[in-house]
């Protein structure tokens, strides 16, 4: 895949700062004047200011912009929970399966990259995924993607409309190319696997979604690099977090999310 050269501008930065207001989480989405993108340099969606959960709630229940996961696709609590306790980390842990999953004090997750680890329904639907992204048209991914209460989450908040034409509009090309490219990249990176033997048990890609930035070493930086730009991943250290792209199927072998921000 190409990637564009030191010094050219970039299209779009997934730039994502954390400020304390109300206890919410804005994200800014930077863009630049250069008509060339990068793969990370996707348009990015404009997201509601997340909520986050007041500390007396259940830890299952909605908070910020991440619906709970199951059922797929059901909205957030539209009730206004109260303002976290100066001192909580700046990502809360509320039960979002699609919410980055890195704490700095445990020992790193274990990286596979060996499809064949993997159960018989999940290697399938990674693969069906893959084949898709190669054929170059989106539209194959709509029987993948599914409809109704088990539809793959695409966005951090609801979306309008047709999922396929959703997805075109975040890629940088008419025909949603990009976004494909994206979605296969990420796919081809190893992976995690978290929450096992919970029913938020997941099979998640790229492995970053559970690794502290700031301790990968050389030859991650470069598999990074492949899915994001240098200077997206600056950002993202400043975050604290992988933020970018990520895909989780369930053991049963349901594409759950497909998503990025958080």
């Known amino acids: 895949m190409n990637f564009p050269m030191s010094g050219r501008p970039k299209g779009l930065v997934l730039y994502i700062r954390l400020a304390a207001c109300c206890g919410a989480i804005a994200l800014?989405?930077?863009?630049?004047?250069?008509?060339?993108?990068?793969?990370?340099?996707?348009?990015?969606?404009?997201?509601?200011?997340?909520?986050?959960?007041?500390?007396?709630?259940?830890?299952?229940?909605?908070?910020?912009?991440?619906?709970?996961?199951?059922?797929?696709?059901?909205?957030?609590?539209?009730?206004?929970?109260?303002?976290?306790?100066?001192?909580?980390?700046?990502?809360?842990?509320d039960g979002?399966?699609?919410?980055?999953?890195?704490?700095?004090?445990?020992?790193?997750?274990?990286?596979?990259?060996?499809?064949?680890?993997?159960?018989?329904?999940?290697?399938?639907?990674?693969?069906?995924?893959?084949?898709?992204?190669?054929?170059?048209?989106?539209?194959?991914?709509?029987?993948l993607i599914g409809k109704g209460d088990s539809m793959t989450q695409l966005s951090l908040a609801d979306i309008d409309g047709d999922a396929i034409a959703f997805l075109k509009g975040l890629s940088g090309d008419p025909d949603g190319q990009e976004i494909l490219a994206i979605l296969e990249e990420v796919l081809s990176a190893g992976y995690v696997h978290v929450d096992a033997g919970t029913p938020q048990e997941l099979y998640v890609w790229p492995y970053f979604f559970a690794l502290p930035l700031d301790r990968l070493d050389a030859r991650q930086r470069v598999e990074l690099f492949k899915i994001v730009t240098a200077g997206d991943f600056d950002d993202m250290k400043q975050f604290g977090a992988y933020i970018f792209y990520r895909v989780g199927i369930t053991p049963a072998g349901q594409w759950s999310f497909f998503v990025a921000g958080d």
Do not use: F, W
């Open 28 to 93: 800014v989405t930077c863009l630049a004047s250069s008509p060339a993108y990068a793969l990370s340099e996707i348009k990015s969606e404009e997201l509601p200011s997340p909520v986050t959960p007041s500390t007396d709630d259940d830890a299952s229940s909605p908070g910020g912009a991440i619906p709970v996961p199951g059922p797929l696709g059901t909205p957030p609590s539209a009730s206004q929970p109260a303002a976290p306790d100066a001192a909580e980390p700046d990502i809360p842990s």
């Open 96 to 143: 979002g399966s699609n919410r980055p999953r890195v704490d700095p004090q445990a020992p790193l997750p274990e990286v596979v990259y060996d499809l064949g680890k993997l159960p018989e329904s999940v290697r399938r639907m990674h693969d069906l995924i893959i084949e898709a992204c190669k054929s170059g048209d989106i539209e194959k991914l709509r029987p």
